[in-house]
């Protein structure tokens, strides 16, 4: 658990007033709510570069979604109301952006996948602020990340642990090891996507195989399996996505959302509705702007090549 680089304070990462400037350009920074009418005229499907890769997306205040490439690690730059993007950052040989969350001080946290890692990107200028080494570089998948209170914390889909990152200050790395109820099965992926519980004071992690929810306490890292009710299970749990008591949980290879309803204590669930869409295929994780979710297709049922065709869609919540 060492980092390759010092990591800067907000305020030498922040400071100026023209990155404060450019921080609005580019979409991080206080969040301005669009008219119905007018988001309802954004496109509900934008392009990715062929053989991108996709895997995770993030929208921050403004209407920027931001994805990762499982292929070198790139960040990727759509704009919401044009359905136009660009690259933000080039990435690298041998490095992979998997799950990804853009703080609200305009800095991306990025799960690094097989490599172990974690890498914080300023989304303003697409510079590399700096890179974690979370485990060993091998046995390993650095796959989702939420960003909760005053860490960022990233799932291990190989290993019962997850770790907290001290978000924009000087701080160690946590390890949290998982315990209570958590079951880790070898050779598939477990913990996935995760999201912080209503009250702020747990986490929600989906175990992809064999597909269960589990309420995890921040102090001690036990674990809870989450009851669900009208659903056998959440098979293939990839990203999550919670508002209020919904929890959104993407379904990769089932091309659906799972809505359930979390009970006061998130020691249950219930299956309210799902949702389907014919542009899915294979979508990963989701992130909303207005009455949206934005999902990435990451066609893991198609050929992985350079020449692979990839997307993004919105579905209406």
């Not at 009250?199 to 929600?204: E, H, K």
Request: hydrophobic share 40%; glycine share 12%.
């Amino acid at each position: 658990m060492t980092r390759n680089h010092p990591q800067p304070s907000r305020r030498t990462v922040l400071g100026g007033a023209a990155v404060a400037a450019l921080a609005v350009a580019t979409g991080a920074g206080t969040a301005s709510a669009a008219s119905a009418a007018t988001a309802a005229a954004w496109p509900t499907e934008f392009p990715l570069p062929n053989g991108f890769l996709p895997e995770g997306i993030t929208i921050g205040g403004k209407p920027y979604a931001y994805m990762g490439s499982r292929a070198n690690g790139a960040v990727y730059r759509t704009d919401l109301r044009t359905g136009e993007g660009g690259f933000l950052y080039e990435g690298a040989t041998g490095t992979a952006a998997i799950g990804l969350k853009l703080d609200r001080d305009g800095l991306l946290y990025v799960a690094g996948g097989g490599g172990g890692t974690a890498r914080v990107v300023d989304s303003r200028t697409g510079n590399l602020v700096t890179t974690y080494q979370l485990t060993d570089p091998s046995g390993h998948f650095i796959n989702d990340v939420i960003l909760l209170g005053d860490r960022a914390w990233f799932t291990d889909s190989r290993d019962s642990v997850l770790y907290g990152l001290p978000r924009g200050r000087e701080g160690e790395i946590r390890a949290l090891p998982l315990s209570g109820d958590w079951v880790q099965t070898p050779n598939v992926n477990n913990a996935n996507g995760i999201v912080g519980t209503p009250d702020g004071r747990g986490l929600i992690v989906v175990s992809s195989s064999p597909g269960k929810l589990y309420h995890v306490d921040l102090k001690t890292g036990h674990a809870t399996e989450i009851v669900l009710n009208g659903a056998a299970d959440v098979a293939n749990g990839d990203g999550l996505f919670r508002i209020g008591q919904a929890l959104y949980v993407v379904q990769n290879r089932q091309n659906l959302i799972s809505v359930f309803d979390l009970d006061a204590k998130i020691s249950s669930a219930t299956l309210r509705r799902t949702i389907t869409d014919p542009r899915f295929d294979v979508p990963t994780t989701a992130a909303r702007w207005g009455d949206r979710l934005y999902l990435v297709n990451a066609r893991f049922t198609s050929p992985q090549t350079p020449d692979t065709t990839f997307n993004g869609v919105a579905v209406s919540i």
